[in-house]
């Protein structure tokens, strides 16, 4: 075939990105394509060359080179080459010949790409309209970015992360207790922000130690991809990148606190880049004062004015007092938390309210229950919620409705409940009971000449302080440290795991197989200091022949690490960890059940970090821990004061800190006297009875209350639940897998292997070409207990990739088949018409949820009859029959202009199903955010952790939305041109 001539234009079928091409020179072989756009020449043999000739009809509109463009009416061909007649902007008739087409005119769109003869495949333009269909489903289902985390579906996490996620810029505190899962729901809330667009670019800063393991958490829970960035990373990326800042090489970046506080021009440049959420873990450690604030806080504080949305993490938030408590609570929100002492006030008032929601119960039979619900609300609604309670003719169901509205409302106008979200063991419930093991100890002759020479002599307290170094009392309570600072008595020459029965006694127990013993079984052991764990780690090598891996915070990431997962693997590695106490808090040891602490941590709030780590989600016994004691020592006292004082081994409570902020400093000077330390027990005692009635009744059953709706909860899961039952899941799968030609194989037991085709379309997320691939499920349970297994969901990367690829692409936006059915006659041509709307919005709205891209199907037949609802997506598919591409051409090329016809009258079909949609969005908008405004504003006058930036935020979003939605448009998507013919026998 030799009809080509120098100056036409064409396009590669199989390319058609390259854009338009002029055929440079040809002869009876060859022919060669300059595509100018994109600076390619290609040869092609002129016999089989996969190009498209382009040639525009009647009321197509096209762009000149120099940019003006035109309407074509008619053309002409003159030596080979088609000349375009039409009429120009203006309405003046004009010319332009085929060699003067605009370079970049685009051939992607549908209509384009059918009317110069570009088709798909048949099944490509199927898996289209399913895309569509599921894209829309899920872009507004509401559990979107709660059904792809691997994660159990833990009721107080999705409540928090649904409540917090669907406020603008949220800003709050996470503050469960240790181990109940803070991580997970920033990365819920994380992970249903970056789907949903409201936010693009996160940083996160956690300590050193806990990097890899939120890295770690990150990849496998969420498959969010995360730069860590240290200083080596940043210098190298400074150097790769010349000017440029290292804190915007990612979308996520995570990093440590240690590392950027300490690092003012670090600071500089992470405030300089742009992050739409700060996430900041055990942020009890911002330490804050009246006097100073510390370089952490000021870091924090920095970023929180300029970053949107803020999730601050901390297990023990009154560890370093209610002011710096309070300091971080300012860091949420400036305006409202500006005043200590009215916030204390306030929280006093917290009690009637807790004991008026208890009240709810009993409003109906008890004056007085209804007069303490009486006290706290002050509104016409509350009020007239609260008379349908009290009224005994109300049937039940209304009674139940009054008390949920009134209960909701109550809790959501008082308390700290907005910007604080705390549940305990207690009010989740299903954790392991926790059982004290003491062992007392005779005291070695080297520690004991020392306490006994203090309890003789007043003063010679403060000659050992200033000789040793140490702090008061830590020169107490850590005998080995107090050791180690004497090393110039002639008496302490040897180390002091040497004279130390606590060490021989852990290496008894670690090879006795008895009751008490741990053979066979891992063994976390926290001592206080650094040294102390580095020397017993010591101690058991070179005494027991234990590699002991060590744990501080002196350690580089890789060495903690590696000490980690040593520890961790459970076929050879090995049986104890031995940690110092900063170097473990937040890590994950639930795989492990006895805990042994080598010594006492001076603090409450240490004491359960210490538990914590064994105490966790996904522990699976009861907590063994074990205290080897001195007898009569300053240690065994303040062990006393734990157990005797406030329980602090049975159960977490939550207000030690307040007994330590009260009585810290007298035990310090009770530490070796017993007859002071039984008076201070027993007032810690009735403080600790006092403080949980207290807790009870005030701010923290107010917090507890709050931090998870049980109804809500519920509701969440079910959704998620949806999505994971989706029957319509597995079929789109190995649709979408055969097309993007991935091989998957049913390994049986609910599992499969996708591995790469040899024809697999690249950069599929998780099938690199040549690679082995992975392992994957669509069962939530098979995918948790299987590190190596991958739950596919909606959310799954590989999905959202493929539906990304066809929603944004032109994958499959045309297609030609051939129907034969003996109800019609053959020869004639159909065209089923996909069209698609478009409401460009800025993503922070967040607008899929009300109008995700909507999908409006149109069938028409040759003469123009609708047939949409008479013949179904999936009736017609079933009677279709492929055709090659070539002939396919030419069909389209003998249908040209019935082809045209029927796209034109088919956008109008189309036009009249669109105010349906834009007013089904627009309702489901004004429902949504109309029903959240008007919480938001009674909540306002009730509460002021409301932020007035809320309530703008919230009612400017309406506006912009409705606006968004009122300019929908619809766009034809996708074309497959039928051709009947006459159906066999
Ligand atoms: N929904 C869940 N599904 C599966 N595992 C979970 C879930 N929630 C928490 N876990 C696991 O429980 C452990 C504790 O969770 P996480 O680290 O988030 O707790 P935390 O409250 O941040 O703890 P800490 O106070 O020590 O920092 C982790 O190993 C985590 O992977």
């Not at 080509?4 to 009876?28: H, K, M, Y």
């Not at 120099?66 to 053309?75: K, L, P, R």
Request: charged share 30%.
């Amino acid at each position: 075939m030799s009809d080509f001539s120098p100056g036409q234009r064409w396009i590669s079928d199989g390319e058609a990105e390259l854009g338009l091409g002029t055929v440079l020179n040809c002869d009876a072989r060859s022919v060669t394509i300059l595509f100018s756009e994109s600076q390619e020449t290609r040869t092609y043999n002129t016999r089989q060359a996969p190009l498209t000739r382009v040639a525009f009809g009647a009321g197509d509109r096209i762009t000149a080179a120099d940019g003006w463009q035109m309407t074509v009416d008619a053309s002409r061909e003159r030596q080979g080459l088609i000349i375009y007649q039409g009429t120009d902007a203006n309405g003046e008739p004009c010319e332009l010949p085929e060699t003067k087409l605009a370079d970049a005119m685009r051939f992607d769109q549908a209509r384009d790409r059918v009317l110069t003869g570009q088709v798909d495949r048949n099944d490509w333009f199927d898996l289209r309209f399913r895309t569509l269909h599921h894209y829309q489903r899920t872009e507004k289902h509401p559990a979107l970015g709660f059904a792809g985390p691997r994660i159990d579906l833990i009721p107080h996490q999705l409540y928090i992360a649904d409540e917090v996620a669907r406020r603008h810029a949220p800003r709050v505190l996470l503050a469960d207790e240790v181990g109940l899962g803070k991580t997970i729901e920033a990365g819920l809330i994380l992970h249903r922000l970056l789907l949903t667009g409201r936010a693009e670019r996160a940083l996160i800063l956690v300590p050193d130690s806990l990097t890899h393991q939120w890295l770690v958490e990150l990849l496998r829970r969420f498959a969010l991809d995360v730069t860590l960035l240290d200083e080596s990373q940043s210098s190298a990326l400074e150097e790769g990148m010349g000017e440029g800042n290292p804190f915007d090489s990612g979308q996520l970046i995570l990093a440590s606190q240690d590392w950027l506080f300490a690092n003012p021009a670090r600071q500089r440049q992470a405030l300089a880049a742009r992050f739409d959420l700060l996430i900041v873990d055990e942020a009890h450690h911002l330490d804050w004062s009246e006097e100073a604030s510390g370089p952490g806080y000021q870091c924090v504080e920095s970023l929180a004015a300029d970053i949107d949305a803020l999730l601050l993490l901390t297990a023990t938030p009154e560890q370093m007092g209610v002011a710096s408590h309070f300091a971080r609570l300012r860091l949420l929100d400036p305006e409202r938390y500006h005043d200590l002492e009215r916030f204390r006030e306030e929280e006093r008032h917290y009690a009637e309210v807790a004991a008026a929601i208890d009240a709810l119960d009993s409003v109906a039979e008890s004056d007085d229950a209804k007069a303490r619900v009486e006290v706290v609300i002050d509104d016409h609604e509350s009020r007239a919620l609260l008379a349908v309670l009290a009224n005994p003719e109300a049937g039940a169901e209304q009674q139940d409705s009054a008390r949920a509205r009134l209960r909701e409302a109550l809790l959501d106008r008082h308390g700290t409940g907005r910007v604080m979200f705390r549940n305990s063991r207690r009010h989740v419930g299903g954790f392991p009971e926790r059982r004290l093991h003491t062992a007392t100890l005779a005291l070695p002759s080297a520690y004991r000449r020392v306490l006994r020479r203090l309890a003789r002599d007043e003063d010679y307290l403060d000659e050992l302080l200033i000789e040793t170094g140490l702090d008061h009392p830590d020169v107490l309570i850590y005998p080995d440290a107090m050791y180690r600072a004497l090393e110039s008595d002639p008496l302490n020459a040897e180390d002091w795991w040497h004279i130390d029965p606590r060490v021989s006694w852990l290496l008894e127990r670690l090879s006795d197989d008895g009751e008490d013993g741990f053979a066979g079984e891992k063994v976390l052991v926290i001592a206080h200091h650094r040294e102390t764990a580095e020397g017993l780690a010591e101690a058991l090598r070179v005494l027991g022949g234990y590699h002991a891996p060590v744990f501080h915070e002196d350690l580089s990431l890789l060495e903690r690490d590696r000490a980690a997962a040593a520890f961790a693997d459970e076929e050879d590695g090995c049986q104890v960890l031995v940690c110092s106490e900063i170097g473990s808090e937040g890590r994950n040891f639930q795989f492990c059940r006895h805990l042994v602490m080598f010594d006492m941590p001076q603090h409450p709030d240490q004491l359960e970090q210490r538990i914590g780590r064994l105490d966790r989600i996904g522990q699976r016994h009861a907590i063994e821990l074990h205290v080897p004691l001195f007898e009569d020592s300053p240690g065994a006292r303040l062990m006393r004061w734990y157990d005797e004082g406030m329980d602090a081994f049975s159960a977490p409570h939550g207000v030690g800190s307040e007994l330590f902020e009260t009585f810290g400093d007298t035990l310090a000077d009770a530490l070796l006297d017993d007859e002071a330390l039984d008076d201070i027990i027993g007032d810690t005692r009735a403080m600790f009875t006092a403080k949980l009635a207290e807790r009870d009744a005030g701010r923290n059953r107010l917090l507890e209350l709050n931090a998870c709706r049980p109804e809500r909860a519920e509701r969440i899961i079910e959704a998620v639940r949806e999505l994971d039952d989706d029957r319509a899941l597995p079929r789109y799968v190995d649709r979408a897998l055969d097309i993007f030609g991935v091989d998957s194989k049913d390994l049986g037991s609910g599992l499969m292997h996708l591995k790469p085709g040899p024809q697999m379309l690249d950069g599929l997320p998780g099938l690199a070409k040549g690679e082995d691939g992975f392992t994957a499920t669509y069962r939530r349970d098979l995918a948790l207990a299987r590190d190596d297994v991958q739950q596919l969901s909606w959310e799954h990367p590989l999905l959202r990739e493929m539906m990304g690829r066809i929603v944004d692409g032109t994958m499959g936006n045309t297609a030609l088949a051939l129907l034969g059915h003996a109800a019609i006659p053959g020869g004639r041509l159909m065209a089923e018409l996909v069209f698609r709307t478009h409401c460009p919005a800025p993503g922070h709205l967040h607008l899929n949820r009300f109008l995700p891209p909507t999908a409006v199907r149109v069938l028409l037949d040759e003469s123009g009859a609708n047939l949409t609802d008479k013949i179904s997506f999936t009736g017609l598919g079933k009677n279709l029959q492929k055709v090659n591409k070539a002939l396919a051409r030419d069909l389209i090329k003998n249908h040209h202009d019935k082809l045209r016809g029927l796209l034109t009258q088919g956008e109008s079909e189309a036009e009249r199903e669109l105010p349906t949609i834009v007013e089904a969005a627009e309702t489901r908008m004004r429902e949504q955010l109309g029903g959240e405004l008007a919480r938001l504003r009674a909540l306002a006058e009730h509460n002021p952790a409301v932020r007035d930036a809320e309530l703008d935020a919230l009612a400017a979003e309406r506006a912009a939305l409705s606006e968004a939605i009122e300019a929908t448009r619809l766009r034809l998507d996708a074309v497959r041109v039928i051709i009947t013919v006459d159906a066999e026998g």
